[in-house]
């Protein structure tokens, strides 16, 4: 009996996911537990596994689209069984495509347009409709404007422009574009991929499901260079000064083109938002309109601590510890002597926790994520520097399981290595608290009379006021800024 695949939920904060790539193509036998896809969520990548035996006989949703949780993203069944009626329910992607054609052809015999997408003249006196999740692209039809109704000059444009004369006689992709009922397919990353690289998509031959362009067609492109038929519209959009080898006689003045006039408002271009993106937008919002911030700053010498991170790193070079270890390790034990930072807000109760597990902010491509240090208050600060360059390695790699970054009771962000002095962060809800560290610099300062240079770094720590009051937050960093002024006290 044939299966519905779905996108599968494979982090607790998924809404969507973006089919990064398929691991298996129609026609492949799969078995139950083995990988089929990869799905990019919003915080990592991840496998998606076959739930049946069988064969995949259809992918419905393309490599690079983002789609719902629940959504039919393919169909595994026996190598013989029909499975027309589940594609109906399904509605494919081509599907959902003929109809939003059907309805473009309404609009230019007359209809309200309500629901029109892209339409452009491309070279031949054609017309494309880039399917991107509804997003018009940038620099997908040969240069002409996207329009959001039929243009009426349209069809005397495309007349007026001759066909390219491509090497091999054909334009690139032109049997998948009769497959496809003359659309141009491209999924989100491969738009956004030709529009940074300057690559007309009508150029290329789609490799993925129905003709459509997908990532590793853009990719193929950059390496591959400018085909010969761009470089001949590139040739014929030169001014004719261009062309010329002849040098003009001495004198005679050259005529050089006119500098066009900037005018109206600059261009731009609309990208689809990332998985992870958008949920750090949604996340956002969440936790600075709802969550009532205050924020603490104050100062602290660090010349103790770079002198105690400086010996540590001679005695075992291969620790390589850093400034936020051990401002990791001194934050998880101040948070055990001070419980009431060390909590979240529940609705009608306060959750107290008993461990000090600590989020630590790291960049990403696409944003932020926080790994999560547990127990870093019994820890050493050696274990701590091992365990945040493994995490912070596969985030970046999007390898994270989602244990490993939900979960903290407290977040520290540090800005210090970009020459940052001072910022206030966002708490990530539910923690009541997150510190935001800045730079470590020398400045003068006066002790008993004398001006003296000292390594100064200035932390501000944001508090959920319904849980942490101003003197609970500033208890912390008291007991904070001593341990980390003065370190050999966590041995104590």
Same mark, same amino acid.
């Given at each position: 009996?044939?299966?519905?695949?779905?996108?599968?939920?494979?982090?607790?904060?998924? *809404?969507?996911?973006?089919?990064?790539?398929?691991?298996?193509?129609?026609?492949?036998?799969?078995?139950?537990?083995?990988?089929?896809?990869?799905?990019?969520?919003?915080?990592?990548?991840?496998?998606?596994?076959?739930?049946?035996?069988?064969?995949?006989?259809?992918?419905? &949703?393309?490599?690079?689209?983002?789609?719902?949780?629940?959504?039919?993203?393919?169909?595994?069944?026996?190598?013989?069984?029909?499975?027309?009626?589940?594609?109906?329910?399904?509605?494919?992607?081509?599907a959902a495509a003929e109809r939003k054609q059907d309805l473009q052809e309404s609009v230019k015999?007359?209809?309200? =347009?309500?629901? !029109? *997408?892209?339409?452009?003249?491309?070279?031949?006196?054609?017309?494309?409709?880039? !399917?991107?999740?509804?997003?018009?692209?940038?620099?997908?039809? =040969?240069? *002409?404007?996207?329009?959001? %109704?039929?243009?009426?000059?349209?069809?005397?444009?495309?007349?007026?422009?001759?066909?390219?004369?491509?090497?091999?006689?054909?334009?690139?992709?032109?049997?998948?574009?009769?497959?496809?009922?003359?659309?141009?397919?491209?999924?989100?990353?491969?738009?956004?991929?030709?529009? *940074?690289?300057?690559?007309?998509?009508?150029?290329?031959?789609?490799?993925g499901p129905g003709g459509r362009i997908i990532k590793r067609d853009i990719e193929a492109a950059?390496?591959?260079?400018?085909?010969?038929?761009?470089?001949?519209?590139?040739?014929?959009? /030169?001014?004719?000064?261009?062309?010329?080898?002849?040098?003009?006689? #001495?004198?005679?003045?050259?005529?050089?083109?006119?500098?066009?006039?900037?005018?109206?408002?600059?261009?731009?271009?609309?990208?689809?938002?990332?998985?992870?993106?958008?949920?750090?937008?949604?996340?956002?919002?969440?936790?600075?309109?709802?969550?009532?911030?205050?924020?603490?700053?104050t100062e602290i010498e660090m010349d103790r601590a770079a002198e105690m991170r400086r010996q540590?790193?001679?005695?075992?070079?291969?620790?390589?510890?850093?400034?936020?270890?051990?401002?990791?390790?001194?934050?998880?034990?101040?948070?055990?002597?001070? #419980?009431?930072?060390?909590?979240?807000?529940?609705?009608?109760?306060?959750?107290?926790?008993?461990?000090?597990?600590?989020?630590?902010?790291?960049? &990403?491509? %696409? =944003?932020?994520?926080?790994?999560?240090?547990?127990?870093? %208050?019994?820890?050493?600060?050696?274990?701590?520097?091992?365990?945040?360059?493994?995490?912070?390695?596969?985030?970046?790699?999007?390898?994270?399981?989602?244990? %490993?970054?939900?979960?903290?009771?407290?977040?520290?962000?540090?800005?210090?290595?970009?020459?940052?002095?001072?910022?206030?962060?966002?708490?990530?809800?539910?923690?009541?608290?997150? /510190?935001?560290?800045?730079?470590?610099? #020398?400045?003068?300062?006066?002790?008993?009379?004398?001006?003296?240079?000292?390594? /100064?770094?200035?932390?501000?720590?944001?508090?959920?006021?319904?849980?942490?009051?101003?003197?609970?937050?500033?208890?912390?960093?008291?007991?904070?800024?001593?341990? /980390?002024?003065? #370190?050999?006290?966590?041995?104590?």
């Amino acid at each position: 009996m044939a299966t519905q695949v779905v996108m599968p939920k494979l982090s607790p904060t998924m *809404e969507e996911g973006q089919l990064a790539r398929w691991l298996k193509q129609e026609g492949d036998k799969v078995s139950v537990g083995e990988p089929i896809a990869e799905i990019d969520t919003d915080k990592a990548t991840m496998e998606a596994q076959a739930l049946t035996n069988g064969v995949l006989r259809k992918i419905l &949703v393309a490599a690079g689209e983002t789609v719902p949780l629940g959504a039919i993203i393919a169909v595994i069944g026996e190598a013989d069984e029909d499975i027309s009626a589940i594609l109906a329910q399904a509605g494919s992607p081509a599907a959902a495509a003929e109809r939003k054609q059907d309805l473009q052809e309404s609009v230019k015999a007359g209809g309200d =347009g309500s629901e !029109t *997408e892209l339409a452009a003249v491309v070279p031949g006196g054609g017309r494309t409709q880039a !399917t991107v999740e509804g997003q018009p692209l940038a620099g997908d039809v =040969g240069g *002409e404007p996207s329009v959001k %109704e039929p243009d009426a000059s349209a069809g005397a444009r495309a007349q007026q422009a001759p066909p390219p004369a491509p090497a091999g006689g054909q334009p690139a992709g032109n049997g998948q574009r009769e497959q496809s009922g003359g659309r141009l397919l491209v999924s989100p990353i491969a738009a956004r991929m030709a529009a *940074e690289a300057g690559i007309n998509l009508q150029t290329l031959s789609g490799s993925g499901p129905g003709g459509r362009i997908i990532k590793r067609d853009i990719e193929a492109a950059i390496t591959s260079g400018p085909s010969q038929q761009q470089q001949q519209q590139q040739q014929q959009q /030169l001014p004719a000064e261009a062309k010329t080898t002849e040098r003009p006689a #001495p004198t005679q003045k050259t005529q050089l083109p006119a500098t066009p006039a900037v005018e109206g408002a600059s261009p731009y271009r609309d990208e689809p938002v990332s998985t992870m993106r958008a949920t750090i937008a949604r996340r956002l919002v969440s936790s600075i309109g709802p969550v009532p911030h205050f924020f603490l700053t104050t100062e602290i010498e660090m010349d103790r601590a770079a002198e105690m991170r400086r010996q540590i790193n001679e005695l075992d070079p291969e620790l390589k510890i850093s400034i936020n270890d051990l401002i990791i390790k001194v934050a998880a034990v101040s948070l055990i002597q001070h #419980p009431a930072v060390n909590a979240s807000f529940q609705d009608k109760t306060v959750r107290y926790y008993e461990r000090a597990d600590i989020g630590v902010a790291v960049a &990403v491509e %696409e =944003g932020l994520i926080t790994p999560v240090v547990r127990g870093a %208050e019994s820890k050493s600060v050696g274990q701590i520097s091992r365990e945040v360059r493994e995490l912070a390695e596969r985030a970046r790699s999007r390898r994270l399981k989602p244990e %490993e970054y939900t979960g903290a009771t407290f977040s520290v962000s540090n800005l210090g290595m970009f020459g940052i002095d001072e910022f206030t962060a966002v708490i990530n809800p539910p923690e009541a608290a997150i /510190l935001a560290v800045g730079a470590m610099q #020398p400045k003068p300062v006066v002790r008993d009379g004398q001006v003296l240079v000292k390594q /100064l770094m200035r932390v501000t720590m944001s508090c959920d006021h319904r849980v942490v009051d101003g003197a609970t937050g500033a208890k912390f960093l008291q007991t904070f800024k001593k341990l /980390l002024e003065n #370190p050999l006290l966590m041995i104590v």
